[in-house]
């Protein structure tokens, strides 16, 4: 039988999860608020986010405060989040909207915005303006292989994924409240249907779960043999002025971490950097020495640092030559320094002021 929409609703109803983002019951969502939660949210979890969340709504409590804003002080906001490119693209989506008058009302209309791609795009359709869609994140993705007996592995089983997945709405009560519907599925995967030990025996969709007849639920969606994610290696360096300021200069704006700033550094590579070929970057002579190797990992790769620090009485010559600047230790929480580089000053900051 197909699962109800109506038994869906009522367990959403009792159940529904209180999220800062999310309109209570019977009042309508902000645009904003759903735009900026889910550009948040992608590879980032609920817990992760919510901080981040009401700080942008501090700063920026509508969308053409946000337009308005500098890119530095968007990026400050967002250092820490990760995924740089979405903070980059937010800004340019918020210039948009408020040149626009405000959020297109359907899919083909968001689709056109910067960052904003398909499921992104459904999702505020759906939620903030009502529209008929279903919005297909890894929730939705889960649910929706597990009702069906999806077993073709991820990646490509998506797009077969996707199509099943626009069967669910179809009821009438589902047409009725297709915000609610779309919050609820996210809901179902995140706190019934969830990755490992689904709580099959509370979940509404149970008796229709073709995945659960099977005693196959908890083992999908399958997914592809993982590949080894590839290593690359670098190093920074961290120097001191009598002052207690860093030097840091800005990253090229395309690219991996693009506009923020950074110690300054080697590129990243495939083979390690021995201190002989390093030091040649550095950004002044000086007694530099190794203070640690920290690691980090992105999406596509694990990257390793070598950081060297050093002291001097003052840089104004090596500002001049890297395109750098000299920054407070105080002050580098209201910059746009990415965690990555957080890491670093943290591993080498006491050296470079003992």
């Not at 967002?78 to 408020?98: D, E, P, Q």
């Not at 297109?104 to 915005?113: I, K, M, Q, S």
């Not at 920290?294 to 890297?322: E, G, K, W």
């Amino acid at each position: 039988m197909p699962p109800s929409s109506a038994a869906l609703l009522r367990w959403y109803d009792r159940h529904r999860r209180t999220l800062p983002w999310r309109a209570l019951p019977g009042r309508t969502a902000d645009p904003y608020h759903v735009w900026l939660s889910e550009i948040m949210l992608q590879q980032t979890t609920v817990a992760a986010v919510i901080p981040y969340y009401h700080r942008f709504l501090d700063l920026f409590p509508t969308v053409d405060d946000l337009a308005r804003a500098e890119s530095d002080t968007v990026m400050a906001a967002w250092a820490g989040l990760g995924y740089y490119a979405r903070a980059r693209n937010l800004h340019a989506c918020s210039k948009a909207v408020a040149a626009a008058g405000g959020f297109p009302r359907n899919v083909a209309g968001l689709l056109a915005l910067p960052g904003v791609g398909t499921y992104t795009a459904a999702a505020i359709a759906a939620i903030a303006f009502g529209q008929p869609v279903v919005p297909v994140d890894g929730n939705v993705e889960r649910v929706t292989s597990r009702l069906f007996a999806l077993t073709d592995p991820l990646p490509g089983s998506r797009k077969a994924i996707a199509r099943h997945a626009a069967t669910l709405n179809e009821s009438a009560e589902a047409q009725a409240r297709p915000s609610d519907f779309a919050q609820a599925l996210f809901d179902l995967g995140a706190g019934i249907c969830t990755p490992r030990q689904p709580a099959c025996a509370l979940c509404p969709w149970r008796d229709p779960c073709a995945g659960l007849r099977q005693g196959i639920a908890a083992s999908l969606p399958a997914k592809a043999p993982r590949v080894d994610r590839p290593v690359r290696h670098g190093a920074h360096f961290l120097l001191t002025d009598a002052g207690g300021h860093i030097l840091l200069r800005r990253r090229p704006e395309k690219g991996l971490l693009g506009g923020m700033l950074e110690l300054p550094g080697t590129e990243w590579r495939a083979t390690p950097w021995p201190e002989a070929e390093a030091l040649p970057f550095a950004p002044a002579r000086a007694a530099w020495h190794k203070a640690g190797r920290i690691s980090h990992v992105f999406t596509h790769f694990t990257l390793h640092v070598d950081v060297y620090a050093a002291h001097v009485a003052h840089f104004p010559n090596a500002v001049a030559q890297v395109g750098g600047m000299a920054v407070a230790h105080a002050d580098l929480d209201t910059l746009a320094l990415p965690s990555l580089m957080r890491k670093c000053v943290d591993a080498a900051w006491p050296e470079a002021v003992a």
